[in-house]
């Protein structure tokens, strides 16, 4: 079974600075999607960064983006220039490609809190 | 699109009482997935649907449990005899199938068994 792990159940950062939030996971497939997922507090998550395993290069979404280090198995967010907004619960998520296989896993979520 | 959507918001029973809850996904998605996220922890899969047809239930999901999707469009999780670890957010969400990557959540029904 897939599993997804987030070491660090809380860190903060000085607002402007920039922060990097770590997931390892273990699989045995070869192709699979990997997630960054935000949830405020009291609101919905969202996507905030995807990865596809076959691509060798990183993925970045303007201030967010990430490191992929398949052979390793991990998978960090990185935040640039962090903003109050982006306080949350941070939740790293697998998925295999397999059609019938959509289901997310998740790791146990960091709690990101931005200093002002 | 206006999103997922979930009905009730927050919930508070008695334990031994019944208990369902409403999902309307995103229209003109296929894929409706079920997770439950107790206190401290990420999402876990309980169920997902490909238009009507539930095609995964985890172990999760106990005999207390049952979930609808009757016309392919909006979802229904209904828990019997409700017990005090049943106390979580039960999040939906929905994807456009093959189409579609990326999971889309609603707001959760945050249910407390008393």
């Known amino acids: 079974a897939q599993t997804v792990t987030q070491s660090q159940p809380e860190m903060s950062v000085q607002e402007a600075e920039t922060v990097t939030l770590s997931c390892t996971y273990d699989?045995?497939?070869?192709?699979?999607?990997l997630f960054w997922y935000k949830q405020p507090p009291s609101r919905q998550m969202i996507l905030v960064i995807r990865q596809e395993a076959y691509k060798q290069q990183n993925a970045t979404e303007n201030r967010f983006s990430v490191n992929f280090q398949k052979a390793a198995k991990s998978f960090s967010l990185k935040i640039s220039d962090s903003q109050l907004g982006d306080a949350a619960m941070y939740f790293c998520a697998y998925r295999r490609t397999n059609f019938g296989n959509e289901k997310l896993t998740f790791g146990t979520g960091t709690r990101l809190t931005i200093i002002p | 699109d206006t999103g997922v959507s979930q009905n009730p918001r927050h919930k508070i029973t008695k334990r031994g009482q019944n208990v369902t809850f409403r999902c309307d996904p995103i229209?003109?998605?296929?894929?409706l997935y079920w997770y439950r996220q107790t206190l401290g922890q990420g999402p876990e899969f309980l169920t997902y649907?490909?238009?009507?047809?539930?095609?995964?239930k985890s172990r999760l999901l106990s005999d207390r449990f049952s979930a609808e999707r009757p016309k392919g469009s909006f979802s229904t999780l209904e828990i019997q005899r409700t017990e005090q670890g049943d106390s979580a957010m039960y999040l939906c969400?929905?994807?456009?199938?093959?189409?579609?990557?990326?999971?889309?959540f609603g707001p959760g029904t945050r249910l407390t068994v008393t």
């Open positions: 969400a929905s994807s456009l199938g093959l189409a579609g990557v990326e999971q889309y």
């Open positions: 649907f490909q238009n009507e047809a539930q095609l995964e």
């Open positions: 229209s003109e998605h296929n894929r």
């Open positions: 699989t045995s497939e070869s192709d699979y999607y």
